[in-house]
């Protein structure tokens, strides 16, 4: 049985209150301003990932058409649980010294604030933020057929996110309280949050990857709302994924506020 995240539209006062910020389709419009064929492309591929190995469609089918046939919806879903990783490292800055959080096969986020600068680390006051990529093969130890859309997502988080369990059913909280302030968007469980973003991510870097193949180049770079620039250098011998954090995350690490939404420091 697929699951579908649906939107609750229940009052005409709900609909006249809607603004740009509560529609998938609008974030990807007003926020992808760059690289947006690539990003299409990432959404198409997540869409049919995310239905193949989850059971999950983010998008409504009428008559066969399908309501979202750019793949936006994908990549708005990733920017809107984005920040709220954000949210929950910065969080740990009071308490510790350096930190980190990690997605297995996907990247890291971490702070030190100890570290002396290098080339791939982004010094924001006195504290040093780092992205690094961690990306391998997804999914491979589930029966799929066996198990509905919530049991897989159940043991997608065992096996992804087991050494830090109560962050990501923290974050996966938090997303469902802001997909419903944000975007009027009703989930049925914390627990798809994040296996539908580590898909997601997984195809970004998937896609990096082939549009550097395809262009023939070294090296290739793309940006994500605000967020990040993710690139790719390719080597005879091996493959690189680096990330640089937008002026807008830095800025968030710096002042008091504790709460990020893309487009808060454009």
Request: one cysteine or more; glycine letters at 4%; charged letters at 30%.
């Amino acid at each position: 049985m697929m699951l579908i995240i649906n939107y609750i539209y229940n009052t005409k006062e709900v609909k006249a209150k809607m603004s740009k910020e509560m529609n998938f389709e609008n974030f990807f419009d007003t926020y992808v301003s760059d690289d947006v064929d690539f990003w299409k492309v990432v959404g198409i591929a997540a869409k049919k990932d995310l239905r193949k190995q989850l059971k999950i469609s983010l998008s409504l089918e009428k008559d066969g058409v399908d309501e979202d046939p750019e793949g936006k919806y994908p990549i708005a879903f990733y920017g809107m649980v984005f920040p709220l990783l954000l949210e929950e490292l910065k969080s740990k800055t009071k308490s510790f010294k350096n930190y980190a959080i990690g997605i297995k096969h996907a990247f890291r986020l971490s702070f030190d604030n100890e570290s002396d600068d290098d080339e791939d680390t982004e010094k924001v006051g006195t504290t040093s933020l780092l992205i690094e990529n961690d990306n391998t093969s997804v999914f491979n130890d589930i029966d799929f057929e066996d198990y509905n859309s919530i049991e897989l997502c159940k043991q997608f988080n065992t096996l992804y996110f087991d050494e830090q369990p109560n962050i990501f059913a923290k974050i996966g909280e938090a997303a469902m309280t802001r997909l419903k302030q944000d975007y009027n968007i009703t989930v049925s469980s914390y627990e798809i949050i994040m296996p539908i973003f580590t898909i997601i991510h997984m195809n970004i870097v998937n896609a990096l990857i082939n549009y550097a193949k395809a262009s023939d180049q070294s090296e290739y770079e793309v940006s994500y709302a605000g967020i990040y620039k993710i690139g790719i250098r390719m080597y005879e011998d091996e493959t690189d994924i680096y990330y640089i954090p937008d002026a807008g995350v830095k800025q968030f690490f710096k002042d008091d506020s504790r709460e990020y939404r893309v487009g808060d420091y454009s």
